[in-house]
């Protein structure tokens, strides 16, 4: 590593001490009328100029163009990268789907306003990760489809009140359902689920949409308004999920911090992490060649 810049395929560079001996012999030997100059007197070889016999480059391509080309190839080899965390091209990759559950029995409750607060430092932890927000009550609707715009889920994510969802119920098999559907359009690959609820609605429906969440690469989570319930760890538990209470806000943010990487590694992409620059050094490449289109280089 160099600064910034790391080199994904270093063992290329093993290459150049080579190119740089091919270098030195190609000098010593001369090329073109260096050979000449060596060989005549000056007089005969003015002469010999003048009739046209030799030219200084004897229409060869110099030695510093037939070298630099291959030397740029094999640094591009090597793969110069910067690591790239933020970047938006991998936003698919893995996100964070919020689902709200702002039924009566939590928005009336006296602890909706730390539940709320919860979800907005978790919604901080999330780094570059996309995030989307789905709120249900007697129905599940999209507020927010994943996106890498967190402050704006943020401030969507503060205005939830009462009435929100005017469905009366509590339906969390629908809003599960739901975020399947969505993580499986966004081409999420290893997504989580978080519930923020009270644990009203949970059963065999929604153990059936984990298990459909699980089969999608996805992990079910909870973050409990009052009581943790034996449903919550339960449904956890199948897709491997964790279960927060609404205090837990240092658990849950380094939670969320410390999985993202770590899940993306073993399921076999360390590499999304770097932006590899080989492939646009290739382009300087070209910058030697255009000697050869020069007048008398042929």
Sequence with gaps: MVGDVTLLRPFWLLVLPGIALLALWLWRCGAGAAAWQRA???????????LGRVTPAAGRMPLWVALSLPVIIVIALAGPAVERRDAPAFRNLDGVLFVVDVSEGVTGSEDWPDLQMTARFALGALGSRPG?????????????????DLRELGQTLSLLEAGTVPDPGAR???????????????????????????????????????????????????????DVSPQMQSH???????????????????????????RLERQGYPLLFWHDLGRYLLAFGLLPLLWLFRRGAA
């Design 132 to 148: 989307g927000l789905i709120v249900y009550a007697g129905d599940a609707y999209e507020v927010v489809d994943m996106t890498g």
């Design 40 to 50: 005549a007197r000056p007089e005969l070889l003015v002469a010999m100029t003048a």
């Design 172 to 226: 969390p098999d629908r809003a599960l359902m739901l975020a399947a559907h969505v993580l499986r359009g966004a081409e999420v690959i290893a997504g989580d689920v978080l519930v923020f609820t009270d644990g009203s609605g949970l059963g065999p429906e929604t153990l059936r949409a984990a298990t459909e969440l699980k089969a999608a690469g996805a992990r079910l989570s909870f973050v409990a308004l009052r």
């Design 236 to 262: 956890a538990a199948l897709t491997g999920g964790q279960v927060f209470g609404a205090d837990e806000v240092n658990a849950l943010t380094d939670w969320l911090a410390q999985s993202a990487r770590p």
